[in-house]
């Protein structure tokens, strides 16, 4: 079985799935908290972030739409991304990236159901500080696909049916 490389969190492949150790994940969050938009804090922060029993958490979400915006400011050229994800629990989940320096996509071919191109369900996702600049990266695995963004600031969202706000 394969491990999937990630900074923090660890993610091995097995027989029955994926065995994931986010245990080392709150410490670093913490060592780095004074770099992060309050934002982005919050979202790396909540104990809700790993816990697939929470319906905020980002496991097994699929891929609704990633959009890409440019627009100009200030005489710059700035790119924000946004990735709207179908919750497990059919809620929906945004995330807003804002300032965006790179990102990346990267597409497996989809082994199981035979001809079908799914991105599949989200694994696991990290974000990290990168060194030496006021930047981070978000990186999202799923079953067949991997999304890496780089951007300055983030905003995360949650909008659910009155059935389902009623039920929380």
């Known amino acids: 079985m394969r491990t999937l490389a990630m900074k923090i969190i660890k993610l091995r ?9 986010s245990s ?3 410490a670093y969050v913490e060592s780095v908290k004074q770099l992060l938009p309050p934002a982005l804090y919050e979202f790396m922060s909540e104990p809700w972030h ?3 029993s929470d319906r905020r958490c980002l496991h097994d979400a699929r891929l609704h739409t990633l959009t890409v915006e440019e627009y100009e400011k ?5 790119n924000n991304i946004t990735i709207i994800l179908a919750g497990a629990y059919g809620n929906t989940l945004k995330l807003h990236y804002h300032n965006t320096s790179s990102y990346s996509i990267e597409k497996n071919t989809t082994a199981w159901p035979v001809n079908h191109s799914t991105h599949g369900d989200l694994i696991i996702d990290e974000v990290i ?3 030496s600049t006021n930047t981070f990266q978000h990186e999202i695995r799923f079953e067949d696909a991997t999304i890496k ?3 300055e600031d983030f905003l995360f969202l949650i909008e659910t ?3 389902q706000a009623n039920s929380q």
């Open 13 to 21: 492949e097995t027989r029955s799935g994926y065995s994931l150790d």
């Open 24 to 26: 080392a994940y709150g």
């Open 50 to 52: 790993y816990d697939p």
């Open 74 to 78: 200030e005489e710059r050229t700035l």
């Open 129 to 131: 500080v990168l060194e």
């Open 149 to 151: 963004i780089v951007f």
């Open 161 to 163: 049916t009155n059935d």
